[in-house]
C-alpha cells in the first residue's frame, strides 16, 4: 500500500533524504534503524502523509500523497495506524477515552463500540487502567495505549515510532509480540527503533526485513 519512488525530503536547506525507494508490501514486517538524527522519523512521516516529499513520490495505493485532497489523504490517513514516539496524548481524557478517541474524529457512535474498545483495553492488557488519565500510567503501559489508539479503526498499516524508547526489557517483549501478533493479522507493519536487541529478539516471532537509513541513504538489510 505504501510505495516510495525516489522520494527525498528537505527541511529547507540541505537535504535530509534523497532517492529512497521503498515498497510496504501487505502483511510485511520492517524495523527501521539508524543513527538519531539520519531522518527515520521523517521517513515514516512521509509514508503516513504527514509531510509530502519534496523531490520524487511517496504512493499511497498508487496515488500521488502530493496530488491527494485533504479529505482523499485523512481517508488514506485512516487505514494506517500510528503510535508517534511521544505518544500524543490528551492529558484531561482517561486512557478509554483517548483511545477512543479516533472513533469519535471519524464520527463513529462509541457507545455502539464499547464491546470492542473493552476488548481492545483487554489485549493490551490496560482493562484495569481504563479510566486512569495518561500522566498516571508508566511508560510500558503508554506505549500500549498509543498503540491501542493507533489500531481502534482496524487499519490495514500500522508504523510505529521508537515504541520501545523509554521502557523496560519486558515491557519491549510485550510490546514486540503485540506487533507480531497483529502482523500475523495480516497488518503490514514498520517500526523505527535504536534498539538492535529488540530487532534481535524479533526473530523468533517474525519474519521481518531490517532497513537501515544513514546519511540520508536507505539500504535493505538482512532478513530475520
Ligand atoms: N520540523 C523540522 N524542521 C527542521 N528540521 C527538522 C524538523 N524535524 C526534524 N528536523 C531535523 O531533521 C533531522 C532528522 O530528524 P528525524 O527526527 O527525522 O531523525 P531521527 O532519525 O528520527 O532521529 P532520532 O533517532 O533522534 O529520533 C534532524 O537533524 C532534525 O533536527
Not at 26 to 31: A, E, I
Not at 33 to 48: D, E, I, V
Not at 99 to 122: I, T
Request: charged share 20%; aromatic share 4%.
Amino acid at each position: 500500500m505504501i510505495e516510495l519512488q525516489g522520494a527525498g525530503y528537505s527541511y529547507g536547506g540541505a537535504g535530509l533524504l534523497a532517492g529512497l525507494d521503498l515498497g510496504l508490501a501487505q502483511g510485511s514486517f520492517h524495523f527501521l534503524t539508524g543513527p538519531s538524527g539520519a531522518g527515520k522519523t521523517t521517513l515514516l512521516k512521509l509514508c503516513y502523509g504527514d509531510l509530502k516529499p519534496t523531490s520524487g513520490q511517496v504512493l499511497l495505493d498508487g496515488r500521488d500523497t502530493r496530488s491527494l485532497e485533504r479529505d482523499g489523504l485523512a481517508r488514506m490517513r485512516r487505514r494506517i495506524g500510528v503510535v508517534h514516539q511521544d505518544c500524543q496524548f490528551i492529558d484531561h481524557l482517561s486512557i478509554r477515552e483517548n483511545v477512543a478517541l479516533p472513533l469519535m474524529v471519524a464520527g463513529r457512535d462509541v457507545a455502539a463500540e464499547a464491546v470492542n474498545l473493552a476488548q481492545l483495553l483487554g489485549w493490551v492488557g490496560l482493562a484495569p487502567r481504563a479510566d486512569a488519565l495518561p500522566p498516571q500510567l508508566s511508560g510500558g503501559e503508554r506505549q500500549r495505549a498509543a498503540l491501542a489508539r493507533a489500531i481502534i479503526m482496524d487499519p490495514e498499516v500500522i508504523i510505529a515510532d521508537e515504541p520501545t524508547g523509554n521502557i523496560d526489557w519486558e515491557m519491549s517483549q510485550r510490546l514486540l509480540t503485540l506487533l507480531a501478533e497483529l502482523n500475523r493479522m495480516g497488518k503490514t507493519v514498520l517500526v523505527a527503533t535504536h534498539d538492535l536487541a529488540l530487532i534481535r529478539a524479533a526473530k523468533s516471532q517474525v519474519s521481518a526485513r531490517v532497513l537501515r537509513l544513514a546519511n540520508g541513504v536507505l539500504s535493505s538489510g538482512a532478513e530475520l
